[in-house]
């Protein structure tokens, strides 16, 4: 390693197999969901479910080979298949410490309307329809009529529209058996070939057209799925190698979370001295016990698994309100989604996380001066943290244009860094 880090555009299983053991102090990485996200390659399925945790196993166990004992990892996982992460993890060796729930409040639903669906159930041969439709329009202008005449004609109400579609107009239709009778008698015969076409249309039971028009409205407002507000940071552990965590952190440094610097820090909750806290807390808390017992931490509220993604000011205008047992006062972790100078003009990476985010839950896990591990390293975003924190950083990412965005970050926050300490 150099200096500082070490990244590499290749495969995880080979480049780990050049570490020794126990070599890392913490690993922090975003692997795939293996939901075929985009249909890219790197998001795949692998076909199954047991196929997909078979594969990454195989990376995790060369993740936890080169783990030092007692060393902790976040691991991010998508919450509806999170279980595949999790088993996968475990079926690596790790034991699964916690969850931590990242909510957040800017995801896209992916949800798609169920009444759509029913409408494009059925597959529609546009090509021969604007054929149909070509002839009757055709038709229509020799004799200089007008929709409203075809529809008079046959006694539909805005129908003719339809039947005179031009591509690429989804509307296009060919009338119904009955209403094509009646139209002949006015455009008159049509050639053999659009016979044949209106023919086989009807005799495939066109009218069930109707019937999924009608089952579409059913289901009006029904969808598949709900909107993405969470995503899981899975925080795992190698076992420990020693008899106790303080012979194991004697011997390798690792086996503890650093819960005082990851503590939640609030004004209202954790005043200038913990005689203003303890006065706060005599109207809260219910046993005069508890006030005499109630000793609040000057440096904030310890932390917990749940973070949310939105400053403490927006939630409590716009969302708050909505919820009456959640009080402000009760302080939580806050991280506003990547802005797009934080990720980088040139950063086309679908998935970056927060770096705000990915410094709290590295500080939580990494002993000083420590080397963080990203087998999953994607546009960089844990190297960026480990640089500027301080640390020291392995990366690997297999995609070369993803690696080459990585590679373009770590180098920036490795000069932004020398800057800051010449400057100290």
Same mark, same amino acid.
């Given at each position: 390693m150099n200096n500082r880090y070490n990244i590499y555009n290749n495969d995880s299983m080979e480049i780990l197999s050049n570490f020794n053991e126990n070599y890392f102090d913490s690993i922090i990485t975003d692997p795939p969901a293996g939901i075929d996200y985009l249909k890219q390659d790197w998001d795949s399925s692998l076909s199954s479910p047991n196929k997909w945790i078979t594969h990454h196993q195989k990376i995790f166990e060369k993740c936890f080979r080169v783990l030092k004992p007692g060393a902790f990892g976040f691991v991010w996982a998508l919450p509806r298949v999170s279980h595949r992460t999790a088993t996968t993890l475990e079926n690596s060796g790790f034991k699964i410490k916690d969850i931590i729930t990242h909510v957040y409040a800017?995801?896209? +639903? !992916? /949800?798609q309307y169920v009444s759509d669906l029913i409408l494009k159930s059925k597959k529609i041969?546009?090509?021969s329809i604007y054929k149909v439709t070509a002839w009757i329009r055709k038709q229509k202008l020799e004799k200089k009529l007008s929709n409203q005449d075809l529809d008079n004609? *046959? #006694?539909? /109400? #805005?129908?003719?529209?339809?039947? *005179?579609?031009? +591509? +690429?107009? +989804?509307?296009?239709q060919i009338p119904s058996i009955n209403k094509w009778k009646k139209l002949l008698l006015l455009l #008159?015969?049509?050639p053999e070939g659009i016979c044949k076409i209106v023919s086989d249309y009807h005799s495939n039971n066109i009218e069930a057209s109707d019937k999924l028009k009608n089952l579409a409205t059913k289901w009006q407002g029904w #969808?598949?799925?709900? !909107?993405p507000a969470s995503e899981h940071w899975i925080l795992i552990q190698k076992p420990l190698a020693k008899n106790n965590i303080g012979s194991n952190l004697n011997h390798f440094q690792t086996g503890a979370l650093n819960i005082d610097s990851a503590r939640i820090a609030s004004d209202d909750l954790v005043a200038k001295n913990k005689q203003a806290s303890l006065k706060f807390y005599q109207t809260k808390l219910k046993s005069p016990k508890d006030v005499k017992n109630y000793q609040p931490h000057e440096d904030g509220r310890f932390p917990t698994n749940f973070l949310i993604s939105r400053s403490s000011e927006l939630v409590k205008h716009k969302y708050l309100k909505y919820f009456k047992n959640f009080e402000l006062e009760k302080p939580y972790f806050y991280s506003a989604k990547p802005s797009k100078k934080e990720k980088g003009d040139f950063n086309t990476h679908p998935t970056v996380k927060p770096l705000k985010l990915i410094n709290y839950l590295t500080e939580l896990i990494t002993p000083a001066h420590g080397i963080i591990l990203d087998p999953f390293m994607g546009s960089g975003t844990t190297g960026v943290s480990a640089i500027l924190n301080g640390y020291k950083f392995v990366g690997i990412e297999k995609d070369p244009k993803y690696f080459s965005i990585a590679k373009k970050r770590i180098k920036g926050s490795m000069k932004k860094w020398s800057k800051e300490?010449? /400057?100290?």
């Open positions: 800017t995801g896209f +639903p !992916k /949800s041969d546009y090509e004609f *046959v #006694g539909s /109400s #805005g129908a003719a529209l339809h039947w *005179v579609s031009e +591509p +690429p107009n +989804p509307q296009a #008159g015969t049509p #969808g598949t799925s709900l !909107k300490k010449r /400057s100290a």
